[in-house]
């Protein structure tokens, strides 16, 4: 078997039909928190009986500890808001490497809750925050302050009690670097320190939200059912900030694409037990049962779901007499991807990949590898023009197959909003800001530069790239980026980012899926709300739990009446 070409893999509309898989950065953060032991214990929890005030805890893990530092502060309403210029937040807080002295926790004290415009030292690794959804935590408080659980629905409909905007990390506003946290080894993969910032959150927000019912109520008030616990989440609202990470960084993306199609064929060759089937049979339905609990008012994305549960019932018949055939040629998972690619929608496809590889945790092994280079090498001046010709024809013959002259293949420019501080879409010829538009028409950029070593060669046949570019400067950046992604076919998303057609959902629910996001539900085509480690073990749970903790696309717990 082999992968799948970036020719069907890399189409702008597949890369948004994905779905979160066990290599998915939450997942395998998860994973690696149950086998190595990780402990987090509650070393302050100084907050009062309206849930504000300070808290910290101390994360031991095998190479070393940490800390999670958190305020939670009291907003008026009309201060609340998951854009990212919001100058106020209820909760503010840090991964901090080590444990803080007295000075340092003041020092936090003083800079964390003004986010961007705080100062921070490089033991801080990540910085975050985050909103409470207001109607989800009144009623929970409420609920379990009278001696009563939640209902179950609640948290079907939003599956979280807070949703952060942004987490920051990776040197920005002098945290610490990256690098540093790879040679250290327990957030060496990528994004992991984030994604274990957003659980400690959530770990928070479920003390808090008892904290509150017990100082309201203390002779009635009851803790959580540890079933409806698991199943609440953290939200997170994503706008279009996504887009210039995918387009800059196409060493990572081919990185983590070509890591998930390498275990798609390594699951895909398995001769399938019975118990195997019988497994993916059940997540199957549990994927139709997680879609029809997803709740959303975007009509794109209503009739995309309901059209996959429509699909899912129909492998599900499949499925039935699968145990008959288990060998030939090709595989039989083969078979069955190969009969979805042929009658099913992408995010059916998508979704079956996923659930495949979910029954196959000997792909776990693709988790230790999903870290690039991030920085383009240098340019290659002595490559003759003519192999680089041929590398735009070969390698980006889909670039060129647009017709750049038609305003609609040019509709759109990007650029970063001054007095917003967030990348935003402008229509060409009506919206101001173009002269500043940044460089994301990787597929416009490849024509102009093809078009103009055409014309170079005319009169120059036997040149190379130095002496094309002495005279065509402009086009060093798009000529380095096609010789750095000559051998890594997964690197640049096929599609043209300034068309009409352009759906930028996509490109968020590319990256989303890798962070291990499910209940999408898209408010525009330009930003989503979603729910990260909804179903994920409790802290209190990762000591006993099994390393292969089964929450992939939870459903609702099912509840027994007292």
Wanted: charged share 25%; hydrophobic share 40%; aromatic share 10%.
């Amino acid at each position: 078997m082999e992968m799948r070409p970036a020719s069907l893999v890399m189409q702008l509309p597949r890369l948004g039909s994905l779905f979160q898989s066990r290599l998915s950065f939450a997942r395998s953060l998860v994973r690696k928190m149950i086998k190595e032991a990780w402990r987090i214990e509650t070393v302050l929890f100084d907050i009062d009986e309206h849930g504000y005030g300070t808290a910290m805890y101390r994360v031991d893990t095998p190479v070393g500890n940490y800390s999670f530092v958190l305020f939670s502060s009291h907003i008026d309403p009309d201060q609340r808001s998951d854009r990212v210029i919001a100058r106020r937040w209820d909760l503010t807080f840090v991964l901090f490497e080590g444990a803080p002295t007295s000075d340092e926790l003041d020092e936090l004290k003083r800079n964390v809750p003004h986010q961007e415009a705080g100062r921070y030292s490089s033991r801080v690794i990540t910085l975050s925050r985050a909103n409470r959804s207001q109607r989800n935590f009144g009623v929970v408080v409420a609920c379990l302050a009278s001696g009563r659980q939640p209902d179950i629905e609640w948290f079907e409909k939003v599956g979280y009690l807070y949703r952060t905007t942004a987490v920051y990390g990776n040197g920005k506003f002098g945290l610490a670097d990256y690098a540093r946290q790879r040679e250290r080894g327990a957030f060496g993969r990528p994004f992991s320190a984030e994604m274990f910032t957003v659980y400690m959150v959530r770990h928070f927000t479920l003390q808090q939200v008892e904290h509150i019912a017990q100082c309201n109520a203390p002779h009635t008030a009851v803790a959580l059912d540890p079933a409806i616990k698991r199943y609440i989440g953290i939200g997170n609202s994503t706008g279009l900030g996504m887009a210039p990470f995918l387009i800059g960084h196409p060493m990572l993306v081919d990185k983590w694409i070509s890591q998930r199609e390498r275990a798609i064929v390594q699951a895909a060759e398995v001769v399938p037990s019975r118990s195997d089937i019988q497994q993916f049979s059940r997540l199957v339905r549990r994927a139709a049962l997680h879609l029809s609990e997803t709740h959303t008012e975007d009509e794109t994305q209503k009739k995309a779901d309901q059209r996959t549960v429509l699909e899912l019932a129909k492998l599900e018949e499949k499925l039935e007499n699968f145990h008959e055939d288990t060998g030939g040629n090709p595989p039989v998972w083969q078979q069955l991807l190969d009969h979805a690619g042929r009658s099913w929608s992408l995010q059916t496809q998508e979704l079956i990949h996923s659930i495949l590889l979910e029954i196959s945790p000997q792909v776990n092994s693709y988790e230790d590898d999903m870290a690039a280079a991030t920085m383009l090498f240098p340019l290659e001046g002595n490559q003759s023009l003519s192999e680089l010709k041929r590398a735009m024809e070969m390698d980006y013959g889909w670039a060129l197959e647009y017709d750049f002259d038609s305003d609609h293949e040019q509709y759109f420019f990007w650029y970063r909003a001054v007095n917003k501080e967030e990348p935003r879409l402008g229509h060409r010829g009506i919206d101001p800001g173009e002269k500043c538009a940044l460089e994301l028409g990787v597929a416009r950029s490849v024509r102009r530069c093809y078009n103009a070593v055409c014309s170079y060669m005319d009169n120059n046949a036997d040149a190379v790239v130095v002496d094309f570019l002495m005279s065509n400067p402009s086009f060093r950046s798009i000529i380095r980026r096609i010789q750095n992604l000559a051998s890594l076919p997964y690197g640049d998303i096929r599609a043209n980012l300034l068309s009409l057609e352009c759906r930028p959902m996509d490109l968020l629910r590319l990256k989303l899926s890798f962070f291990g996001a499910s209940k999408f539900d898209p408010k525009t085509d330009r930003w989503v709300r979603i729910t990260l480690f909804q179903g994920a073990p409790l802290a209190n749970e990762l000591a006993s739990a099994d390393i292969e903790w089964d929450w992939f696309l939870p459903t609702r717990p099912e509840m027994t009446s007292e």
